[in-house]
């Protein structure tokens, strides 16, 4: 099999789950996101996420106790700082600009603040199943698998994270309070998913994604009811 073709199909379905994840999501807000804020938010997050490894692995000079250590890895290493990045941009950038102005909104870029990390992380994972894989099957088959689990679990922390984000920005709420728990929850979500992994417990993220997954069912149920009680998306920013 041509060699060109291969890398073709292994761009394919690392792109395929995330571009069709960022478009349900987007098709679920009933005030449509502009087409360029969309794709920024997830270049953006693809960027901020090489940042972040370019940190972790190229300036910082991490002990491998520290990933030798289970539960220091999965939180300090992992889900900590990978769940900062995407608040990084899910707040700095997306709840700045004018296009977000509705709780909604938290939802619908939360979800791609965290496939656009998914996606960079992808196709690091994608070189790594070439190098470690012995055959083209092994590989397409462990990209489907990450793509069908781990995509969308990312994407499922900045949903969690963007409601919190959108409640605290349009609601009289105690901005402290909605900016931490914004970081802790999904935070914790992706600790008990990777701890599960290195702890020999693998089975274990089965559960995690499916509660997660009626989690955001629900917060879109919600705050699609929001929408649908207004007469116009825009709504007056109370804490910025």
């Known amino acids: 099999m041509d060699s060109q ?7 394919i379905l690392v792109m395929a789950p995330p571009v069709i994840l960022a478009t349900i ?13 969309v794709v ?9 996420t090489s940042i972040f490894g370019e940190i ?4 910082l000079d991490i002990p491998d106790a520290w990933y030798d250590n289970n539960f220091i890895n999965s939180l300090f ?3 900590l700082p990978e769940e900062l990045t995407k608040f990084f941009v899910l707040y700095f950038y997306c709840a700045k600009i004018r296009a977000f102005n509705e709780p909604m909104d938290g939802l619908v870029y939360g979800s791609l603040s965290g496939l ?15 190098e470690e894989s012995s055959t083209v099957i092994e590989v397409v088959d462990s990209i489907l698998m990450r793509g069908l689990i781990a995509v969308p679990g990312h994407a499922f922390d900045g949903i969690l994270m963007g409601a919190f984000i959108g409640i605290m920005i349009f609601r009289k709420v105690n901005k402290s309070l909605f900016i931490l728990l914004a970081i802790l929850v999904p935070t914790i979500f992706h600790f008990l998913w990777d701890f599960s992994i290195y702890a020999g417990y693998g089975n274990f993220v ?9 989690i955001v069912i629900m917060l879109f149920r919600r705050f699609r009811q929001f929408q649908k ?8 920013k109370i804490n910025e």
């Open 229 to 236: 009680s207004k007469i116009i998306e825009e709504e007056l």
């Open 206 to 214: 089965y559960l995690i994604y499916l509660i997660q997954l009626v």
């Open 77 to 79: 290493l992992i889900a």
């Open 25 to 37: 999501f987007v098709r679920l807000d009933l005030f449509r996101e502009p087409l360029r804020a």
């Open 56 to 59: 972790k692995y190229g300036i």
């Open 5 to 11: 073709f291969i890398l073709f199909l292994y761009f």
């Open 40 to 48: 920024l938010t997830l270049i953006i997050s693809y960027a901020a």
């Open 116 to 130: 656009g990390f998914a996606i960079n992380e992808a196709f690091g994972y994608a070189a790594y199943y070439q």
